[in-house]
């Protein structure tokens, strides 16, 4: 019953920007920490963000840092990822996740995970 729902993926130039949306249900949001994970083709998956449960810490990749920006609106269960100056090193399928815990950069330390959304960074 546990889903999570990305949105907000698509084709952008370089130096634009883009806002990741995701849909939490069947879980009690405000329990969780978030994390945004992306995975490019052939390259394994790697951390992007994370936030713990209150929003009151976050944590950022070195590739992403002073560009990207996660928050969390518990009311409506969902978790964003604003992605501003960006390049096309971004482009990869992003996927967020769900964690009974600490934030964490590992990706396997995560309960449960979206299907995923494309983005494209064009040159």
């Known amino acids: 019953q546990v889903q999570l729902e990305e949105s907000g993926g698509g084709l952008v130039q370089a130096g634009g920007s883009l806002r990741l949306a995701c849909a939490a249900s069947g879980l009690t949001f405000s329990s969780f920490s978030m994390g945004w994970f992306r995975q490019a083709p052939g390259k394994e998956r790697e951390f992007a963000a994370a936030i713990s449960w209150s929003g009151g810490s976050t944590y950022y990749a070195d590739s992403v840092k002073g560009r990207f920006t996660i928050s969390r609106n518990n009311a409506k269960n969902t978790v964003y990822l604003q992605m501003n100056s960006l390049k096309p090193e971004d482009t990869a399928v992003y996927y967020c996740?769900?964690?009974?815990?600490?934030?964490?950069?590992?990706?396997?330390?995560?309960?449960?995970w979206g299907q995923g959304t494309q983005v494209t960074v064009s040159s």
């Open positions: 996740a769900a964690r009974a815990g600490r934030p964490q950069p590992l990706d396997y330390e995560y309960d449960y």
